[in-house]
């Protein structure tokens, strides 16, 4: 199993593999995020060199606040960690079976998030940047790449994500023939969890999960969330310039505004959904919408407002959550924002190596591919370093099993969505093939049986892929074994 816990035997000869190659022998990354981060150790663990571009603090974007590497800016959650049941839990778990860096960082830094995956931001940053920083492979380059690099560069992963630079892109849709498609992201508030009022809110996880109190819940009754409801709808907008009218949002990640313009209850069904959770000041009477603030730091100073992505002003950001109980005297540490995420049509232009098929020596990673979400976008990363890697150690590439979460993403991007109707899309179980298991009387077995078997199938597909002839760097080197060089 290639991994950070790798045979030592097996890495020293690919180290002695990659030595041996003169051609092209370094590959370049443009864009530090998590799969650029993540593609440039995959690469360095099995001795291949690396130049990772990234942009900032030469060129900042709208979002990112540091010049750190894999700086986490939507929100501090990888979301579900339960592998047997979900599907990007299963994501998790396949990942650090790969030695994925983004993966031992999140582990490393996680803070109280229930069942959740959440992680300490700054420290998670900082740590993958000291990695990549302290991994004599990598060599990090602080430049704006404005063009797509041409053929003499080599072996390329553009990993540069949802915010690429409009000179960047420029030069993909020239290149490309194809016009990018791209949906707004918004950003939810940071709250002092000291300016929070507990004499109205309370701990609780929704049904207990976790440590049962990894959440604080801000309790709604009717008449609060009408008010709190028109607010919303009333409240100012940012407004976009002419040529963003048009973009459609992401479905995952809507500005609350948005989803309250839906309908007056589809947030009280939604992000403010009450159940699973008891007002301990109130034990006998059911709320009728809660919010929930997630811990954002390890030291629990920060709450992020779960859901509550936002196009509002400033202003109005204040003034109407502030109207939230609890929340009356609330200081924030950051405001809600929206920016505009690109991503190209992948399952056109983009073969089942991630790379592109009119220049073969670029490869596409992460969020930019027209995957959605931190963790897709670093199992994005992980594979198109694995597949880089083994090229240049002259390995054919072995894709991951269809049925694991990895091959799962990776046949959305690359060939498994209609390229008319492509859109981004997190993991889930519907990416998956069908599995037939019934039960005793022969019916087709559904819901958390089901995704057992789906998350066991899986987890057993991957080890065949690490561990036997499927591995993705034991494939066949010029119809002999890859390691068989003097």
């Known amino acids: 199993m290639l991994s950070i816990s790798i045979l030592p035997s097996i890495l020293k000869r690919m180290r002695m593999i990659a030595m041996t190659q003169s051609t092209h022998q370094t590959i370049h990354i443009v864009g530090g995020g998590l799969a650029g981060s993540e593609a440039a ?26 010049d750190g590497l894999a700086e986490l800016v939507c929100s501090n959650s990888f979301r579900s960690d339960d592998a047997e049941t ?31 995956l959440a992680v300490d931001r700054d420290a998670f940053s900082l740590s993958v940047t000291s990695a990549i920083e302290n991994e004599p492979l990598v060599e990090i380059r602080r430049e704006e790449v404005a063009d797509l690099p041409p053929e003499e560069w080599g072996s390329v992963i553009v990993a540069t994500g949802p915010l690429t630079s409009s000179a960047l892109a420029a030069s993909i849709r020239e290149s490309t023939d194809e016009q990018s498609l791209a949906f707004f992201d918004a950003i939810a508030p940071i ?56 973009t459609p949002y992401f479905e995952g990640c809507l500005p609350i505004e948005v989803m309250a313009e839906r309908g007056r209850e589809t947030l009280a069904h939604g ?51 502030r109207m ?28 089942t190596t ?7 020596w670029l490869r596409f990673a992460g969020q930019i591919t027209g995957c959605e979400g931190y963790v897709e976008s670093a199992a994005l990363g992980l594979l198109a370093g694995r597949f880089a890697a083994a090229e240049q150690l002259g390995i054919f590439p072995s894709l991951p099993p ?11 991007v690359a060939g498994g969505a209609r390229p008319e109707t492509f859109q981004p899309m997190n993991i889930n179980f519907g990416l998956f093939p069908p599995i037939d298991i019934r039960n005793e009387k022969g019916r087709l077995v559904k819901g958390r049986a089901r995704k057992q078997a789906q998350s ?6 991957l080890e065949d892929w690490l561990g036997g002839r499927q591995n993705l760097l034991n494939g066949t080197q010029n119809g002999r074994p890859p390691f068989s060089r003097s």
């Open 271 to 321: 992000p403010m959904k009450p159940v699973g959770l008891t007002n301990p000041k109130m034990p006998d009477r059911r709320c009728h919408a809660i919010v929930q603030l997630r811990q954002d730091n390890a030291l629990g100073t920060l709450y992020n407002m779960v859901g509550f992505q936002t196009k509002l002003t400033y202003g109005e950001q204040k003034r109407i959550f």
């Open 456 to 461: 066991q199938r899986a987890l057993t597909s």
């Open 86 to 116: 979900n599907a990007v839990g299963l994501l998790h778990a396949e990942m650090r079976r790969c030695g994925s860096l983004i993966m031992t960082a999140a582990d490393t830094h996680r803070v109280p998030a229930g069942s959740a």
């Open 402 to 412: 269809k049925t694991t979460a990895l091959g799962a993403i990776l046949g959305h």
């Open 41 to 66: 150790w995959q690469i360095s663990r099995v001795g291949v060199s690396v130049v990772l571009h990234e942009m900032r603090p030469v060129r900042k974007t709208n979002a990112h606040h540091t």
């Open 324 to 351: 939230i109980p609890g929340l009356q005297n609330a200081e924030f540490a950051r405001l809600g924002g929206i920016h505009r995420n690109t991503f190209i049509n992948s399952p056109l232009l983009l073969d």
């Open 354 to 360: 991630l790379r592109m098929r009119a220049a073969p």
């Open 191 to 246: 709250i002092h969890k000291d300016s929070i009022n507990f004499d109205v809110a309370w701990f609780q996880s929704r049904y207990d999960k976790g440590d049962g109190a990894d959440y604080i819940n801000c309790p709604m009754d009717s008449e609060q969330y009408g008010a709190f409801i028109d607010a919303l709808l009333a409240g100012n907008k940012t407004e976009f310039k002419d040529w963003e009218r048009d």
